[in-house]
């Protein structure tokens, strides 16, 4: 039989409404069980609320599952979300020399998965881990994975900013039909697809999952602001946005990404594309790649260059306790770009701190233009692309914010 444990009355409100995540304040001490499993999670009343998994050495000591009593989250719940899941992307499959072969296929808690956000790369997947749970189940995850979608590869590793926090090793591990195994030799780059335009990547290699597909749509609407543009890519990566401009017919796009990596796969990238046709021939003598610092540089370029400025910078606040310098840092940032960009030019400027809300950002960047002495017009409110949907009882989900100004002297 599984425990119950009970929530404090008055802490119950968000777990009736479907927040997966309960700490160890919320719950009646006398009820907490002495081994990790799944428990029965009542009301002070004993009320059923939901089915969780309890576990004393995560940081999220328990993590509700299921609000259904009748379905019991094991192993074939586990399988079966998963498949849900998947399921869900189903057009991005669908589609036959489909322009985009990189997408997300589970988005964690957003996806009612816990601590598992796992990336389609064309027939290899990517599934990154940061929940003692999830680590538990990775067989299961990697057989569902397998069954429903036979990739040539699986890379399976834990997220090492949550290793510290869940009590997780730092590990990679490779599955090929279910199986694990060790390569014996570095995996071989794959070409990915989005929107018609090809990257190359190593699979397990790379920041994060390699390649960021949240951004994807939003490299889209930029190509309507670039034609003719000079373009500043701060923040570049691989070229993600660059690309988007360089279709679209910028004039100039100087992109550039404090990682050396990043600045050489860019221009390969650029190249590749050019070579197959999907970049116009003239795309490599618009482009330049420097490895250099974004709040150097937006120190030292010259004001009036740029028509448009693009600011995707990594997660200045990794936590709430580091909200206050990192909203100075959003605002540095933002300040510099709109006191150099033209007159009438667009900023297109993005923040994938979850800890920053969407309010907070926009009032930060209303400081900026007060400090840069100019106004700003929001044209668009962008945010992540639907395969990482927010789901609306947790509202964690939601961590992309993007703001499309025009910035006005
Ligand atoms: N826009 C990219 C994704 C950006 S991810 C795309 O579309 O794919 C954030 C990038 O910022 C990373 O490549 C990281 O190397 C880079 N970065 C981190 N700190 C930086 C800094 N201080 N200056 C410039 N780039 C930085």
Redesign the pocket.
Known sequence: MSSEIRILAGKEKNLLRHHPWVFSGAMDDATTPDSPGICRVVTSEGRFIAWGVYDADSHIQLRLLSWEESVFPDETWWADTIKASVLRRKVFFEEKESPTTAFRIIHGEADMIPGVVADVYGKVIRVIISARVAWNMRQVIVDALEGILHPSLIVLNTDSSFCAIEKLHEVTEYYKGGKRFSPTEQLEEIRIRECGIYYAMVPGSG??SG??CD?REN?NRIENYVKGAVVL??????????MHALRAGAKEVHA????AD?IHRLLSNVRMNVEMGKLPEDARERVTATK??????LREIPRNLYDVI?L???KLAQTVKSLDSAKRAYKDLNHMAMEKIRSGGILVT?S?SGALSREDFRTVLAWSAKDARVEAQVLETLGQAQDHPIRLSFPESEYLKVFILRVIR
């Open positions: 920041q994060k390649f960021y951004q490299r890519d701060g923040c570049c990566y691989t070229g993600g946005f660059t550039f990404d404090s990682s990043a250099a610092d974004i709040f150097e540089t693009i995707d910078p990594p993005c994938c």
